[in-house]
Nanobody
Framework: EVQLQASGGGSVQRGGSLRLSCATSGFPFDDYAIGWFRQAPGKAREGVAC????????FYSDSVKGRFTVSSDGAKNTVYLQMNDLEPDDAADYYCAAGTHYGTTQNAYDYWGQGTQVTVSS
């Protein structure tokens, strides 16, 4: 059974940091890209970051570039999203997903986890 378990969300003040984790199982981790997506109330879901084990440079959306860092631990089949200098606009439900195509095109992802909520107060 494929599972993606996102965790680490919470409530922080502007400028704070959070580290999200995406623990995966049930599929060959090294053959898949893992993407992070977020959806704020009333807004469309957007791709935030993506990483794979094939040497591609991690991808970041312009809105988080320089503040967020995605990393991967193949031994634990887990991907992390370190979020620094958080802003109120970063508040959303964050999701991780697994797909065989690298990038943040949502329909290219086969498996999705449940969301973890991030709240940023000003």
């Amino acid at each position: 059974e494929v599972q993606l378990q996102a965790s680490g969300g919470g409530s922080v003040q502007r400028g704070g940091s959070l580290r999200l984790s995406c623990a995966t199982s049930g599929f060959p981790f090294d053959d898949y890209a893992i993407g992070w997506f977020r959806q704020a109330p009333g807004k469309a879901r957007e791709g935030v970051a993506c990483i794979n084990s094939k040497g591609n440079t991690p991808f970041y959306s312009d809105s988080v570039k320089g503040r967020f860092t995605v990393s991967s631990d193949g031994a634990k089949n887990t991907v992390y999203l370190q979020m620094n200098d958080l802003e109120p606009d970063d508040a959303a439900d964050y999701y991780c997903a697994a797909g065989t195509h690298y990038g943040t095109t949502q329909n290219a992802y086969d498996y999705w986890g449940q969301g973890t909520q991030v709240t940023v107060s000003s």
